[in-house]
C-alpha cells in the first residue's frame, strides 16, 4: 500500500479482495476488469473478466439501467442487481466511481442470503469478519430453532388443555355437562343476546332411593334421568346437572311459557316410569320452575337462576311432580 | 432455571439409558415434573436435585455427569441444532475459540431469559488458551470441557482440555485450559451455513 502523489490511497485488488469479497471493478466503459473471489462462486457465467457490467448483470435503481453511462448519472448508488444467467436472487449494491478510471460496485446478500449461501456452498471465510451476514445466519437459525420449539410446547399445552376443559366441563357420572360448563354456555346466550328458557329441575323421593336401595341405585337413576332429559331437548339446549339431584336446563331460542310447560310436563311423566335396578323398582318423579330471559330488561344469571329457584320451590310446595312459570308481576303465580 | 438446561439433562438421560432410568431418576429427585419444557422455567433447586439424583442411579461423579452431558450436546443426532449453533461461531476452531466470548450475548439474541455462564477467552501462546467460567452455580465448567472436546472432534482437531477451580478474590470461578495440538489431526464433521437443523 503506497500514497500517491495527490494524497490519494492506492489499493491492490488483494486488498481489496480481502476488505470487500462481494465487490467487482469497472473501467470507464463499463467493461468488467476484476471480480472479487466470493463473487465469483456466485456467478454461473464463465469469463466474465472483459464482458460488459449490463451482459452479466441486470441492474435497476428506481428505474432499470440499460446503458453504462446511466449508471454513472444515477443520483441514487443503492443498486438492485441480479445475475443474467442463475438463480435470479436480487443483490444489494453500491456504486462508487473511481476518479479516473471506472468505478466499484460493493454487493451483499441482501434478504434472500440463505438461499444463496445454500444454493452456492458459501461458508464464513467467504464473509469479510465485518460482514454480518453470518450473524444473520446464525440469528435466522436460532429463532427458527426456539420457534419450532415453542410451537410445539404450544401444541402441547393445547392438547392438555382441551383434555382438562373436557374434564372440566362435564359430570363423570352421567356425561351431562356440570355447574361449570352450565354457567360458561348460558353466559355465552346472554353474551350473544340469544332468547332461552332457564329452567331448574329437582328429583323428588331421590333420597328414597338412595336410602333404601343404595347408591348403586341412585347412580343408575342419575344416568336414566341424563337419557330422558337428552331425549327431551335439542342439540343446542343445555343440561346441566349441578348438583346431587338437581338440573339446570336452558332452551335456547325458546320462550314460548306453553311450549317450556309442555317439555316440562312430558318430562316428569318421563321420570315417572319407574326404573328397574338389579330387581328393584325405582320410584321418582321431578319438580321445576322455569324463568324466560325475555322478562330482564339485562338477564342476569344469578338474578334468573333464583327466580327458577323460587318457582322451583313453588311446585314442590304444591305438593311436588308439576312445573312452576316465574311471573315478574306476581312472581310465584302457578303457569 | 431455564427449562432447556433440565430437558437436555432428560433428553442425555433417556437417549443413553433410556426411559425407565430418566422415571426412576425423576422418583429419586422428588420431582412432581416427569417431562421438563425446554422453553418454561423451573426452580433452580429442582436442577440441582435432578442432578444429584442422575449422577447417583448412574454412579457417577457430579463433574463427570456433567462432561457427558456437554459432550451428548455436540454428538447426539436429537441436538444437531446445538451443534450446528455453536458451529456458527467460527469457520475453524480457533474462529470459534474466539467466539466463547460472544456465546452468552449471542444464546441471549434467541432466547432472551436464558441465563449461561460469562466466558472470557484468553490466548496464552501460540497454541494455548484459557476460558474464564463465570455462573452463578458453580459446576457448569464440566459442560463446557464436555462441549469443547467434541467439538474438537467436530472440527478434527486434537486439544487437551483441563479444568481448575480459580479464584479472583472477588468470586471463585472455573478456568479450562485448551491446549491444540494438532490443527488437522482429522477431517472433522461438515458443516454448512445455510444446513436445515434435524428435525426441521
Keep these: ?335 | 432455571m431455564y427449562g432447556l438446561v433440565n430437558r437436555s439433562i432428560q433428553c442425555f438421560v433417556e437417549d443413553t439409558y433410556g426411559r425407565m432410568v430418566w422415571e426412576r431418576i425423576i422418583a429419586d429427585a422428588r420431582s412432581e415434573v416427569v417431562d421438563f419444557e425446554a422453553m418454561l422455567s423451573y426452580d433452580d433447586a429442582l436442577t440441582g436435585q435432578v442432578i444429584e439424583a442422575t449422577a447417583k442411579h448412574l454412579s457417577r461423579d457430579r463433574s463427570g455427569l456433567l462432561e457427558d452431558l456437554g459432550s451428548y450436546l455436540v454428538t447426539h443426532q436429537h441436538m444437531e441444532a446445538v451443534r450446528r449453533l455453536l458451529r456458527f461461531g467460527g469457520h475453524t476452531f480457533e474462529d470459534f475459540l474466539q467466539s466463547l466470548d460472544d456465546l452468552h450475548d449471542r444464546v441471549k439474541l434467541a432466547v432472551p431469559d436464558l441465563e449461561l455462564p460469562f466466558l472470557t477467552l484468553e490466548q496464552q501462546s501460540e497454541e494455548s488458551y484459557t476460558v474464564a467460567c463465570r455462573f452463578s452455580e458453580p459446576g457448569y465448567g464440566a459442560v463446557l470441557l464436555g462441549m469443547l472436546r467434541a467439538l474438537a472432534d467436530d472440527y478434527g482437531v486434537l486439544v487437551l482440555l483441563d479444568l481448575e477451580d480459580a479464584n479472583d478474590g472477588e468470586a471463585p470461578y472455573e478456568l479450562l485450559k485448551v491446549n491444540l495440538l494438532e490443527t488437522s489431526f482429522a477431517s472433522g464433521r461438515s458443516f454448512s451455513l445455510a444446513g436445515q437443523a434435524a428435525g426441521q
Design chain 1, 1 to 335: 500500500m503506497t500514497f500517491h502523489e495527490k494524497g490519494q490511497l492506492i489499493l491492490s485488488d488483494q486488498v481489496l479482495d480481502a476488505l470487500m469479497p462481494l465487490h467487482l471493478r469497472v473501467d470507464s466503459t463499463g467493461i468488467i476488469r476484476h471480480f472479487a473471489p466470493t463473487l465469483r462462486k456466485l456467478c454461473e457465467t464463465s469469463d466474465v473478466i472483459g464482458k460488459p457490467l449490463l451482459d452479466v448483470l441486470d441492474i435497476r435503481t428506481s428505474r432499470q439501467i440499460t446503458e453504462f453511462a446511466e449508471l454513472c448519472d444515477v443520483r441514487s448508488a443503492r443498486l438492485k442487481l441480479n445475475f443474467k444467467q442463475g438463480s435470479g436472487y436480487a443483490l444489494k449494491g453500491l456504486f462508487v466511481p473511481l476518479p479516473d478510471q471506472g468505478a466499484i460496485v460493493n454487493l451483499s446478500l441482501g434478504i434472500s442470503m440463505r438461499d444463496i449461501v445454500r444454493d452456492h456452498g458459501l461458508s464464513a471465510a467467504d464473509f469479510a469478519p465485518t460482514d454480518s451476514t453470518v450473524d444473520m445466519l446464525y440469528l435466522i437459525e436460532a429463532n427458527t430453532t426456539a420457534w419450532d420449539e415453542t410451537k410445539r410446547l404450544t401444541e402441547r399445552l393445547q392438547g392438555a388443555k382441551i383434555a382438562a376443559e373436557e374434564q372440566a366441563f362435564s359430570d363423570t357420572l352421567t356425561g351431562l355437562k356440570n355447574r361449570r360448563a352450565m354457567d360458561h354456555f348460558v353466559r355465552r346466550f346472554l353474551d350473544k343476546a340469544v332468547p332461552f328458557g332457564l329452567m331448574n329441575l329437582d328429583l323428588d323421593y331421590f333420597k328414597q332411593v338412595n336410602d333404601t336401595l343404595g347408591h348403586a341405585a341412585g347412580d343408575h337413576v342419575l344416568q336414566k334421568v341424563s337419557e330422558v332429559l337428552i331425549s327431551e331437548t335439542r342439540d343446542g339446549d343445555v343440561v346441566a346437572r349441578v348438583g346431587g339431584d338437581e338440573f339446570v336446563l336452558a332452551f335456547r331460542n325458546c320462550v314460548d311459557p306453553k311450549i317450556i310447560e309442555k317439555i316440562a310436563l312430558r318430562i316428569i311423566t318421563m321420570l315417572e316410569v319407574p326404573i328397574l335396578f338389579e330387581g328393584n323398582i325405582c320410584n321418582v318423579s321431578a319438580s321445576a320452575g322455569t324463568t324466560l330471559s325475555t322478562h330482564y330488561e339485562k338477564p342476569d344469571l344469578d338474578v334468573m337462576l333464583a327466580h327458577a329457584d323460587a318457582a322451583l320451590y313453588e311446585s314442590k310446595r304444591k305438593g311436588r311432580a308439576c312445573h312452576t312459570m316465574f311471573m315478574p308481576d306476581n312472581p310465584l303465580k302457578a303457569y
